[in-house]
């Protein structure tokens, strides 16, 4: 079947790969390999196949490359897609992000507001801020968490997991409500393999700590976030 591949005019896009627009696939044959999006991953996937030799087409079905990093601009006044800022501790995808543009630097200090309170980031760790009584029957149930034995058995699922780090009475007034807000869906409906350090999980000496003072250490997933000065990523 003849095939026309169009490709975007975007000139700054890696030349290993091509940005292409892409309709009637069907009777297409091609040996390349085909990535669908031209987002972050999909332009990393392509560059990395472009440095073990392996040719490669993009398909992006918005008018632009970059997925969730573009931007657009309204009036003279530049907008994000989406959230914009780089934590990654990753030296290669560091010095990619460096090389396209300077970055602004920030250390962040997160707050939660939740139930009438501003509440430091973790919770878990600055529990100081919670009223006293709540304060004590999370506790309680984080302390019974803490000396309980451990199952050898991997979490099924995400709800299982944040049982396990906190305990029912922290989940239920917490990290429950927090999952449905951020992902719209329930923690049993989510998988555990993208955890990593995003949840902070303290020893029994930083939960006591973080229960009697506000002086604690700053638990947060990223020491220190970028944002490109100019034109985005």
């Known amino acids: 079947a003849k095939r026309t591949l169009t490709t975007s005019p975007?000139?700054?896009?890696?030349?290993?790969?091509?940005?292409?627009?892409?309709?009637?696939?069907?009777?297409?044959?091609?040996?390349?390999?085909?990535?669908?999006?031209?987002?972050?991953?999909?332009l990393g996937a392509g560059q990395r196949l472009a440095d073990?030799?392996?040719t490669s087409i993009l398909l992006e079905k918005a008018d632009?490359?970059?997925?969730?990093?573009?931007?657009?601009?309204?009036?003279?006044?530049?907008?994000?897609?989406?959230?914009?800022?780089?934590f990654t501790t990753n030296a290669e995808v560091r010095r990619i992000f460096d090389a396209s543009t300077?970055?602004?630097?920030?250390r962040p200090e997160s707050k939660n507001y939740a139930h009438g309170h501003w509440i430091r980031h973790p919770v878990q760790t600055n529990l100081?801020?919670?009223?006293?009584?709540?304060?004590?029957?999370?506790?309680?149930?984080?302390?019974?968490?803490?000396?309980?034995?451990?199952?050898?058995k991997p979490p099924i699922d995400y709800k299982e997991w944040l049982l396990r780090q906190f305990g029912r009475v922290f989940c239920e007034r917490f990290s429950f409500p927090y999952t449905r807000k951020y992902w719209?869906?329930?923690?049993?409906?989510?998988?555990?393999?993208w955890v990593g350090s995003r949840i902070y999980s303290p020893n029994v000496r930083e939960i006591l700590l973080g229960a009697s003072t506000s002086e604690t250490e700053n638990k947060y997933y990223a020491s220190e976030m970028r944002y490109p000065v100019s034109g985005g990523y």
């Open 64 to 86: 632009e490359w970059g997925g969730l990093c573009r931007n657009f601009v309204v009036e003279g006044f530049r907008f994000d897609t989406a959230i914009h800022l780089s």
């Open 128 to 152: 100081v801020q919670v009223p006293l009584n709540e304060r004590i029957d999370i506790m309680e149930d984080l302390l019974a968490v803490a000396y309980s034995p451990k199952s050898d």
């Open 10 to 42: 975007t000139a700054s896009l890696p030349p290993s790969s091509r940005v292409c627009e892409a309709a009637g696939m069907r009777g297409l044959r091609m040996k390349q390999v085909v990535i669908l999006g031209a987002g972050a991953a999909g």
């Open 184 to 193: 719209s869906v329930e923690a049993e409906n989510l998988s555990v393999d």
């Open 102 to 106: 300077p970055s602004l630097f920030h």
């Open 52 to 54: 073990r030799g392996v």
